[in-house]
């Protein structure tokens, strides 16, 4: 079974930046394209952000476009989101997964909160 732990996250002002981490075990991250999610308060859980299995391809949400960057080092295991130009709106808890339909999801991990707050 694949397992997804999320870290990085934390208290940051409006302006500033995070970068998350996510670390997968196994081999089976190799082969598998990924993503970041988020739930805001309120909202439903959404893809913000997705990497191809070798990492050559990457795509994010109108709402993070510009802002965020997708990243992954397949020999750490190790999926990362470099967020800049950080919003209140950016408010909420961020997830990884792989990206594809959600029946070939893996279980969720806890998640990491980022709070964008002055």
């Known amino acids: 079974q694949v397992q997804l732990v999320e870290s990085g996250g934390g208290l940051v002002q409006p302006g500033g930046s995070l970068r998350l981490s996510c670390t997968a075990s196994g081999s089976s991250f190799v082969i598998n394209a990924m993503g970041w999610y988020r739930r805001a308060p309120g909202k439903e859980r959404e893809l913000v952000a997705v990497?191809?299995?070798?990492?050559?391809?990457?795509n994010y949400a109108d709402s993070v476009k510009g802002r965020f960057t997708i990243s992954r080092d397949n020999a750490k295991g190790t999926l990362y989101l470099q967020m800049s130009s950080l919003k209140p709106e950016d408010t909420a808890v961020y997830y990884c997964?792989?990206?594809?339909?959600?029946?070939?999801?893996?279980?969720w991990g806890q998640g990491t909160q980022v709070t964008v707050s002055s």
């Open positions: 997964n792989r990206n594809g339909p959600t029946p070939l999801l893996f279980e």
């Open positions: 990497i191809t299995s070798g990492g050559a391809i990457t």
